[in-house]
C-alpha cells in the first residue's frame, strides 16, 4: 500500500505561483508513477501531470503544459507540483495519486492510492 500526503494548496492572485508537495510512503518500488490531478466545483477530476518516480520522465495535460512543472526529490520520498501564472480555472481541490506501470496515462481509474486533497484557489 501507498501512502500519499498533500500540502501546499493556498488562495492567490490570478498570475501568481504556488507549489504543492506530495509526500510518498510505503510500498514504494521502481513501478510507481506520482499523479497530479484536479477537481473544480461542479467538475469532473481532471489529471493534470504526472512522474515517473523512479527515472523522472513527465507528462502534461496540454491544459497546464508550458506553466506547471512537476519534478521530484528521490531520497525525500516527495513530488513537486511549481504551478507559474495560475489563472482562475486551476482554482480546484489538488489530489496527488500513484499508480504501478502507467506511464503516459492521467486517467483517474489507472490509479489506485490517493491522498485527501488540497485546495487551491485563484481569484
Known amino acids: 500500500h501507498v501512502q500519499l500526503v498533500e500540502s501546499g494548496g493556498a488562495s492567490v492572485q490570478a498570475g501568481g505561483s504556488l507549489r504543492l508537495s506530495c509526500e510518498v510512503s510505503?510500498?514504494?518500488?521502481?513501478?510507481?508513477?506520482i499523479a497530479w490531478f484536479r477537481q473544480g466545483s461542479g467538475k469532473e477530476r481532471e489529471g493534470v501531470a504526472h512522474i515517473y518516480f523512479g527515472g523522472g520522465s513527465q507528462y502534461y495535460a496540454d491544459s497546464v503544459k508550458g506553466r506547471f512543472t512537476i519534478s521530484r526529490e528521490h531520497d525525500k520520498n516527495t513530488v513537486y507540483l511549481q504551478m507559474n501564472n495560475l489563472e482562475p480555472d486551476d482554482t480546484a481541490i489538488y489530489y496527488c495519486?500513484?499508480?504501478?506501470?502507467?506511464?503516459?496515462?492521467?486517467?483517474?481509474?489507472?490509479?489506485?492510492?490517493w491522498g485527501q486533497g488540497t485546495q487551491v484557489t485563484v481569484s
Open positions: 510505503g510500498d514504494i518500488d521502481d513501478s510507481i508513477v
Open positions: 495519486a500513484a499508480g504501478s506501470w502507467v506511464v503516459g496515462s492521467l486517467r483517474a481509474a489507472d490509479y489506485d492510492h
